[in-house]
């Protein structure tokens, strides 16, 4: 499509994502040239990076580079289900709130804002704390539930905006129902700005992920990079200077939510009339 | 005047903007009537409250208080049916034409939404035929323009294009709001005869929104002149130019650059 | 008999670059001379190159927007050849000063107006002392009948039509030669329209500025402001003269087009039917070469679509200059047998 093509021409969509592209390709395939499971232990304890392991071993002895292979696996997927969780939740509420008014937005509005005041971390953690089960799909739909708030505030500014515009009102002369308005005159306006905010909301999954993993309240049965830095803090890697154990997953980290962050500057650059520059 | 020509009217019309300090009455109390046929301007300055009073009249907005009768009934605009039943008769044209469109869809789903808007249930063809029957009445070619997107088109073409959606519709009412302030002065007359041989061909009662004073006097029979939410003065166009009875139209009149006669700025 | 002419300006080219490299000359050869203690107005609809051409006679060439050729002289220096330094010290401000559309909004919005006015003079006459500076610039207001509680206020406590005069007056604070306004008073109620117009008439009855050219499309200001008129179309200027023989006794066909579609409230405009031009300017991207209104002049002949130049010449009269290949008479006969034909 013609978006396509203009984002392309931007150097910082580009560039975050050929880095992300980079990372994903390698985690996804790697795993299919080396078919071990990363919890084989294949070595001694933090064995340094050598010949046949490129990043070493952990401390259990386990092939360091399998895992972070494995670990980016879960980590997108969690960052991308708490994306779609986060931005649907936020879009509706940020449509129902922004185009109804009136008592239906000064409650949503009210509930929207205890969200926000309350740190979303603290809810994450006492979630992650009184639940039983501990998998990256709950991991996941959690940190969904309590990220959504930005997106609702955006959304409800981009759509009180919108709905005063002509075209919305020739609509409404002209019989359509409000659902159909929205669908058909107020999204396509913020198409752009949506897509945005799902990419944010995909960077601030995967950091949130590492956050509780790393606190030892993420999933128990799947690797994450989250989890890798738990490991390696929970078994001194530092202290042993095995930095293989923890320095990678932690830039990992960085380099995903930077690349996220990068292609989202670019696109702003080109959707975002206020800040086009000639 | 026979009170059985009345198409339109509002009784106590009141509109209020938040409330306690910040609070802003933009329609204060309003009456007016609308005969079948006429066609009446509301001239005022920014603030003066007729860009709220239109869009109540057009039902985009709900008034404060008081009430507006259609047909010498009260009109009531709660349920979906009873709100299409109205536009079925009361339309609009607005100051803007490139956002009076979507820009993601072709400017004939215009012109296809009126169809839905009508109730008939009608084949392609006659579709098909009914636009191309609209798009010449305001002299553009449907062949060529049909599938066009509306950037592609000028503010002329775009607003000669919301004249052919009118012209499908058939309203009996049509509220025009500032229907030229963004057109050329030069392609001004071309859409004011269009509206004006619309008016003919089904009698169609128009109300225009205008600030300009001269405009409103070439295009209309009757005036309301509104200041600060109120209506001051009414009557004939004739009537109000040449002789203005309140302080602010005779104002309004002095402020306004003439042709023939010396504007004194002192 | 002949005043001095305070600029000249010669075969003015200027054109904007498009995201695709594309060159629109949105001023297009254009020349004209600007009298001591005239003003100028300058008419024209959207798109004709008016705003171009006050942004190009202050050299004010950011990009899109850049210089291709021709002369602006003020007071007999070239400005396009002084180095910018000494364009923005000595010319912009003190020989040139220029109202944009939405003048108001040129007020920083966190300072007092007096703070803003002690930059100016700052930059400009530094000796002055704040005293001094406040008492001038008081006095100044008054004169123009803008009361001097002005200066301590901040913007958001005025109201539109005084932030537009404001900024004028402080525009023409170092008297400078000339004023060029482009459409001061379109964002205005027509209320705070009549006293702007007002204190710009001031300004030329005391002095301040010894010119102005005035631009706008709204004809019925330049009948109470102008004494002589240039009307624009597609960046080249297609009629001059003095300002009644062209509202009342145009000659160009897009002259008299323009002239009547005014609409006035006086009374007998109910009877005159109003006439619009079909169609629309031609897209300044294309090389147009010939006359350029010739798509929708109603007077076209064979010999207009025929002729081959680059552009067409003006024809000179004493006090009249037009751009058409037919001359007066002809042009008069044509627009008599019309309006009889109307019964007018």
Redesign the interface.
């Known amino acids: 499509m013609y978006y396509i093509k203009v984002l392309l021409k931007s150097h910082k969509f580009v560039i975050g994502l050929f880095v992300l592209i980079s990372i994903i390709s390698l985690a996804i395939l790697y795993p299919l040239i080396n078919t071990n499971d990363p919890k084989d232990l294949v070595a001694m304890a933090f064995e340094p990076p050598q010949e046949g392991l490129i990043l070493g071993t952990d401390n259990f002895g386990r092939d360091v580079f399998l895992q972070l292979a494995h670990g980016t696996r879960t980590s997108m997927y969690v960052g991308l289900l708490a994306g779609i969780v986060a931005t649907s939740i936020g879009l509706i509420l940020g449509l129902m709130s922004g185009y109804i008014g009136g008592l239906i937005d000064d409650v949503i509005t009210t509930f929207t804002n205890m969200f926000i005041v309350i740190p979303s971390f603290i809810i994450l953690i006492l979630i992650s704390v009184s639940l039983d089960v501990r998998s990256a799909t709950l991991l996941a739909l959690v940190i969904g539930f309590t990220t959504w708030p930005w997106t609702a505030r955006a959304v409800r500014a981009q759509t009180s905006s919108l709905r005063s ?3 919305v ?9 409000t659902p159909r308005i929205i669908y ?2 107020i999204l ?1 306006y913020m198409a752009s700005y949506v897509v945005m905010a799902f990419v944010l909301q995909i960077a601030a999954g995967i950091l949130a992920e590492a956050g509780i993993s790393m606190l030892g309240l993420g999933p128990h049965d799947t690797i994450s990079l989250g989890v890798l830095m738990q490991w390696a803090l929970l078994f001194e890697a530092p202290a042993t200077g095995a930095w293989w154990a923890f320095v990678p997953a932690a830039l990992f980290i960085a380099a995903i939510s930077f690349s996220l962050n990068y292609m989202n500057s670019g696109m702003d650059e080109i959707f975002n009339p206020k800040i086009r520059r ?1 | 005047m026979a009170d059985n020509n009345v198409i339109l009217s509002g009784k106590n019309v009141t509109r209020i903007f938040g409330y306690g300090k910040k609070k802003v009455i933009a329609v204060n109390n309003v009456d007016f009537e609308i005969n079948k046929g006429e066609i009446v301007s509301i001239v005022g300055e920014s603030g003066s409250g007729k860009t709220t009073l239109a869009r109540i009249i057009l039902g985009l907005l709900k008034q404060t208080s008081g009430e507006l009768l259609f047909d010498g009934k009260r009109r009531k605009m709660n349920s979906y049916k009873e709100r299409l039943n109205y536009w079925k008769n009361v339309q609009a044209i607005f100051q803007d034409p490139f956002s009076s469109f979507n820009q993601f869809h072709k400017i004939e789903r215009v012109l296809r939404d009126c169809v839905g808007l009508s109730g008939l249930s009608l084949t392609e063809a006659e579709i098909v035929s009914k636009m191309r029957e609209a798009f010449e009445f305001v002299n553009l070619k449907y062949e060529e323009l049909y599938n066009k997107y509306p950037f592609e088109l000028s503010g002329g073409q775009m607003q000669r294009v919301m004249i052919s959606r009118i012209f499908m519709l058939k309203p009996n009412i049509l509220i025009a709001d500032e229907p030229t302030s963004m057109i050329d002065v030069c392609s001004r007359a071309t859409i004011l005869d269009m509206l004006m041989k619309l008016r003919v061909e089904i009698n169609m009662t128009i109300v225009f929104i205008t600030h300009d004073v001269g405009l409103s006097y070439y295009l209309s029979d009757k005036i309301f002149i509104m200041e600060k939410g109120k209506i001051v003065e009414r009557g004939n166009a004739v009537d109000i130019i040449t002789n203005p009875q309140h302080p602010y139209t005779i104002q309004l009149l002095d402020d306004v650059p003439k042709l023939h006669e010396a504007w004194n700025l002192g | 008999m002949n005043n001095k002419h305070i600029m000249v300006v010669e075969n003015l080219q200027t054109y904007y670059r498009t995201r695709l490299k594309e060159h629109v000359y949105a001023v297009d050869g254009v020349s004209f001379e600007l009298e001591e203690g005239k003003v100028l107005g300058i008419a024209g609809e959207s798109g004709c190159g008016k705003s171009t051409l006050a942004l190009s006679l202050m050299a004010f060439y950011f990009p899109p927007l850049h210089f291709k050729v021709g002369s602006i002289l003020i007071d007999g220096v070239d400005v396009m050849k002084l180095p910018y330094e000494k364009l923005r010290t000595q010319v912009l401000g003190e020989k040139i000063a220029y109202i944009p559309q939405a003048a108001m909004n040129a007020l920083n919005p966190t300072k007092r107006i007096i703070r803003f006015i002690e930059d100016i003079f700052h930059e400009h006459r530094p000796k002055m002392s704040k005293i001094q500076v406040y008492q001038m610039v008081s006095e100044r207001f008054k004169s123009l009948n803008l009361p001097p509680r002005v200066l301590e206020a901040f913007p958001n406590e005025l109201s539109g039509g005084m932030k537009q005069r404001t900024v004028i007056a402080i525009s023409t604070l170092m008297n400078p030669t000339i004023l060029i306004a482009d459409e001061p008073t379109s964002a205005l109620d027509v209320t705070s329209q009549k006293v702007v117009m007002s204190m710009l008439k001031k300004l030329m009855e005391k002095g301040y500025v010894k010119s102005m050219i005035f631009i706008t499309h709204e004809l019925p200001l330049l009948v109470h402001i102008a004494d002589d008129i240039m009307v624009m179309y597609a960046g080249e200027i297609v009629e001059r003269g003095k300002a009644k023989d062209v509202i009342f006794d145009p000659i160009h066909p897009y002259s008299k087009a323009l002239m009547n579609a005014i609409i006035v409230p006086e009374k007998d405009i109910k009877n005159q039917k109003l006439a619009s031009i079909p169609g629309a300017p031609p897209n300044l991207k294309k090389v147009l070469r010939g006359c350029r209104f010739l798509e929708r002049c109603r007077y076209r002949s064979d010999s207009c679509v025929s002729i081959n130049v680059d552009k067409i010449s003006e024809m000179k009269h004493p006090s009249r200059t037009y751009r058409c290949i037919f001359d007066i008479d002809t042009l008069q006969e044509m627009y008599k047998k019309e309006s009889q034909s109307d019964g007018r």
Do not use: F, Q, V
């Open positions: 515009r002509d075209h009102n020739i609509a409404k002369i002209s019989g359509y129902t058909s005159e396509p000639n």
